[in-house]
């Protein structure tokens, strides 16, 4: 498993000559090419599931199959998600977890830092741009490039998610056009794989054999 730190996040840096969702994607895409990984499985989570499914629909010989975990992209005004940039530092573990504790001793050093530093410094120059990755305004449409998603997908989705909706894995499946399946993941929250990591080991590895 290899696992690259996105620009702008510990051990990377870079964030700050991106002003587009479309400059993160070819981001993603750089990373993939120099680490000589086109066309291997792809796993994303929370922003990052929505970069793995850009990569999944934009340049499909690139990923064999894929995993979304509660990926951003999609909105519902019914049922609006949660803005994790608008909240107090206090309340993020809650959020990100359903069980805070989880955030707090799970690399919350480095975590918890370069969320406050997103939060307090590059969220208001995102938002200005159009490249926050929540509410309507700041939304990709990432539904209108779903259907071009082939690989074989997995959609993991935390029945606690206080971010997403968890009815929000259905939209994803509903528009993606390869073959699909939506697992609930009991017990946990957003970042499903920090709260039962063991559960999401488990359909992950199920998935990619």
Known sequence: MIVPSLPGYPGATGHTELDTHLDWVLAVRQLIDKAGLAGADLLGASV????????????????????????????DDKEPAADPWAQRKDNVAGLMCADGAKWRCTGRAARGRQF???????????????????????TPRLEKRLGLIAAPTLILWGERDAVLPPSYAKKFAAGINGSTRVETVAGAGHLAYLDQPDAVARAVLAHFA
């Open 48 to 75: 990052g599931g929505a970069f793995a499914a850009e990569m999944a629909a934009i340049f499909p010989g690139h990923v064999r199959k894929l995993v979304l975990i509660a990926p951003f992209g999609l909105f």
């Open 116 to 138: 406050d530093r997103m939060a307090d410094r590059d969220e208001p120059r995102l938002r200005g741009r159009g490249a926050a990755p929540s509410g309507r305004s700041a």
